[in-house]
């Protein structure tokens, strides 16, 4: 039985400590915040209830899963896990609005060709045909195998197949997703449609690859899911499955270092006064056989200055992801019946947001692509009478404090997101009780990542840009878990980092993924 130290209880974290705890190993998991959860939080008030990290979940598979392999109890016996249908509805400046139906490609199809006219649906139809074979292409070595350490390999194979396209006498193939939205979907709301689901993640349609077809795919091949009394439910369940399993939690217990000895990974520094649990003397060690950090680079490279610690053949963890601005509103009237849990309300100028978001430096969007959530769901209401929203756009990351100046751009900023969403819930400011603003900052505060930068999902081809540093490390017995190391971000990907990490101290080097 090894002695196993975790810095952080985030998503992937915890999902590693479960695991690792089932296979016999004695795990402490030392948190510096005073919950778990990392970016999947609640905020509470007035008998409202909010989530302010992901809002929905797909590749449930992931977490059940977890639950099969770390105890009888399946996953849907400690939350319940709602199919979203509508999976989203999207309404655009032009005044085009339509629904998809949740994992129904014919529904998609007679819904697009309906709203955008005969043979956009069948183009659609073909694109997800395409990001299907971009999917049984990477799915394994991107998610459920560790690291290749040939990882170029990924890095220059583009697996979304070719679509021949001629443009000034030449033949050219789409090489990022902006190229297949203009060349293979020829129709702006189309276009706009599929890069939404890459703006999500912070990244660039221009620039992502074309491989970055997979994320629409998900959704679409796996459909789009809820957890009842919102995502943070889903933190709730890992965490007590933890519990079960006896791995220890110290909250307010904050990491200042990790314990090198003969050149491996022998435990944790612990700031002095952080926990009772280990004493309060400056300099609290907790000795360990591995250390496994969920932190964000930055953090890890505090912890051991002037190391190169990430060893995935040289790839560089992500830098200068954006962050999320998230708007909390509490309403008086109730949510109308018939209503999409998930609305996305699309940038007016789509160039324009591309420009100002991914910029050198980012700059704020007037009229930003907004997602209004709006659950129906009673745990997160006073009464019938009350409807709780959240909305949500991509911007810049952001470090610091958030003094009075940076709070009243925010709400600035939050006003141009409410007056976006009233385009799909009329009348919209009327009904605001109280609102709550969720900066980068707050992010930064909960996750530990510079600025309250997002990291995005592992995509092959683009040169690796968006693979992330395998789990192992350049210390023997230290691992990485969670959204910046392999297989990156996400919900899904966070469960996934959690499975690698712990097959590969259980069976070691030669672990070659989940089964």
């Known amino acids: ?44 008030r007035d008998g409202f209830g909010f989530d302010t990290g992901p809002g929905l979940l797909t590749l449930p598979a992931v977490y059940r899963d977890l639950f099969v392999k770390t105890g009888k109890e399946p996953l849907e016996d400690r939350v319940e896990l709602v199919q979203v249908d509508p999976s989203s509805r999207h309404v655009f400046a032009d005044g085009t609005e339509f629904s998809l139906p949740n994992a129904s490609r014919a529904g998609v199809v007679a819904a697009l060709d309906e709203a955008l006219g005969a043979g956009a649906g069948q183009r659609w139809g073909d694109f997800l045909v395409r990001a299907r074979e971009a999917w049984d292409r990477s799915r394994r070595p991107l998610l459920e195998e560790p690291l290749w350490p040939n990882w170029q390999v990924l890095a220059e194979q583009e697996p979304y197949p070719a679509v021949p396209h001629k443009r000034l006498l030449r033949t050219r193939r789409a090489g990022t997703l902006a190229e297949i939205g ?50 943070r439910e889903l933190a709730r369940a890992v965490y007590e499955r933890c519990l079960k399993r006896k791995v220890e939690f110290f909250f307010g217990a904050e990491v200042t270092g990790i314990v090198e000895k003969d050149g491996r990974a022998a435990g944790v520094e612990l700031a002095g006064g952080t926990s009772q649990a280990l004493g309060t003397g400056a300099g609290t060690v907790a000795e360990a056989d591995f250390v496994v950090a969920g932190v964000a680079p930055d953090v890890l490279g505090r912890f051991l200055p002037g190391a190169a610690v990430h060893g995935a053949g040289g790839i560089a963890p992500q830098r200068g992801m954006p962050s999320r601005l998230t708007v909390l509103l509490a309403l008086r009237g109730g949510r109308p019946q018939g209503v999409a849990h998930r609305t996305v309300v699309h940038a007016q100028d789509r160039e324009s947001e591309r420009e100002l978001l991914f910029g050198s430096p980012g700059g704020w969007v007037a009229r930003p692509t907004v997602t209004v959530l709006r659950p129906d769901d009673p745990a997160l209401v006073p009464d019938a009478a009350h409807e709780s929203i959240v909305l949500v756009a991509t911007v810049p990351a952001q470090s610091g404090e958030t003094g009075r100046a940076e709070r009243e751009l925010f709400d600035r900023h939050a006003e141009d997101m409410i007056e976006a969403a009233e385009r799909a819930v009329p009348g919209l400011r009327d009904r605001i009780l109280w609102k709550e603003v969720r900066t980068p900052v707050a992010v930064e505060e909960a996750t530990g990542a510079m600025g309250g930068a997002i990291p995005a999902p592992a995509l092959a081809a683009g040169a690796g840009r968006l693979l992330h540093p395998g789990n192992t490390t350049g210390l ?7 959204g910046w190391s392999h297989p990156g971000g996400g919900l899904p990907h966070a469960g996934m980092s959690g499975a690698l990490v712990a097959g590969l101290i259980v069976e070691g080097p030669d672990f070659r993924g989940s089964q």
């Open 1 to 44: 039985m090894a002695r196993i130290a975790v810095i952080g209880a985030g998503m992937g974290a915890m999902a590693a400590a479960a695991r690792l705890a089932v296979a016999g190993h004695r795990v402490a998991v030392y948190e510096r915040t005073e919950t778990y959860g990392g970016a999947v939080r609640r905020f509470e």
């Open 182 to 231: 203009a060349w293979e979907l020829r129709d702006e709301r189309l276009a706009a449609l599929l890069e939404s689901h890459v703006l999500a993640y912070g990244l660039d349609p221009r620039t992502a690859p074309a491989s970055a077809a997979v994320l629409p795919y998900m959704e679409h091949a796996f459909g789009t899911w809820y957890v009842r009394g919102g995502i």
């Open 476 to 482: 023997p017995g230290l691992f990485t878990v969670g």
